[in-house]
C-alpha cells in the first residue's frame, strides 16, 4: 500500500490521536502548575517528535540490522494498529495514568509512550523503509501531524471545555475505526508481497 504526503499525514495523525490523548495528559497535568503546562506540552511534542525522525531516518539501518523484511514490518505494523484501533473503539476509561503531583513529566509518559508510541514507531519505520524515495514527504508529514498534536495538547483544557468529555471520547472512537480500516489494509498487502511478490 503506497501512501502519498496526504495519505501519510493522515495516517500518522490518527495514530498520533491527539483526541484520545487528552483524558490522559489532562490526568497527568494535573500535578504541573498551570503557568508550566503549555511549556511542558510544547517541550514533550518536541522529544516525541526527536524520537519518531530517529526511527524514521534509521528505518532502513534498523531493518538490515535485525535481518526483518519490509513484508514482515508490514503485517507486524498493521497488526499492532489494529489492536490500537480496537482499544481506541471499544475503551476509553482504561487508558489512563496516574499523575505524580509536583513532578513535572519527562518523556514518560507523555512523550513516550502516550505520543511516540509502539505503533507511531511501527508506521514511521515503514512508511520509511517501503518508500524511501519520498523520506522529505514523510518528514514534512510527521512534522505537519505532530505540530497538531502539540497544538491540540497545548489547548486541552479549553479543548475538553469546549466540546466536552463525551465528543472527545465520540472523536476518539470515529478515529479508531478509520484506523483499523487502514490496519486491516496494511496487513492485506503485506500479505499480498508476502504471498504474490515474493521471488
Not at 9 to 22: E, S, W
Amino acid at each position: 500500500m503506497d501512501h502519498s504526503f496526504l495519505s501519510a499525514f493522515i495516517l500518522l495523525l490518527l495514530v498520533l490521536d491527539p483526541f484520545g490523548a487528552l483524558p490522559i495528559f489532562i490526568s497527568v497535568m494535573n500535578g504541573v502548575a498551570p503557568e508550566r503546562r503549555t511549556r511542558v506540552a510544547l517541550r514533550e511534542s518536541l522529544i516525541a517528535f526527536a524520537i519518531l525522525l530517529g526511527f524514521m531516518l534509521a528505518g532502513s539501518g534498523f531493518l538490515a540490522l535485525m535481518h526483518l523484511s519490509e513484508r514482515s514490518l508490514e503485517v507486524a505494523g498493521g497488526v499492532i494498529l489494529l489492536i490500537i484501533a480496537i482499544r481506541m473503539i471499544f475503551t476509553h476509561e482504561g487508558a489512563q495514568q496516574d499523575a505524580v503531583s509536583g513532578r513535572e513529566p519527562l518523556v514518560f509518559p507523555l512523550a513516550v509512550p502516550l505520543l511516540a508510541g509502539p505503533s507511531a514507531m511501527a508506521t514511521v519505520l515503514l512508511l520509511a523503509s517501503r518508500q524511501p524515495d519520498g523520506m522529505a514527504s514523510w518528514i514534512a508529514a510527521l512534522s505537519l501531524a505532530m505540530a497538531l498534536c502539540g497544538t491540540v495538547l497545548i489547548a486541552a483544557e479549553r479543548i475538553r471545555r469546549w466540546v466536552g468529555d463525551a465528543m472527545v471520547a465520540a472523536t476518539e472512537k470515529l478515529m479508531g475505526l478509520v484506523l483499523s480500516a487502514l490496519a486491516v489494509e496494511m496487513i492485506l498487502a503485506g500479505l499480498k508481497r508476502y504471498f504474490f511478490d515474493a521471488a
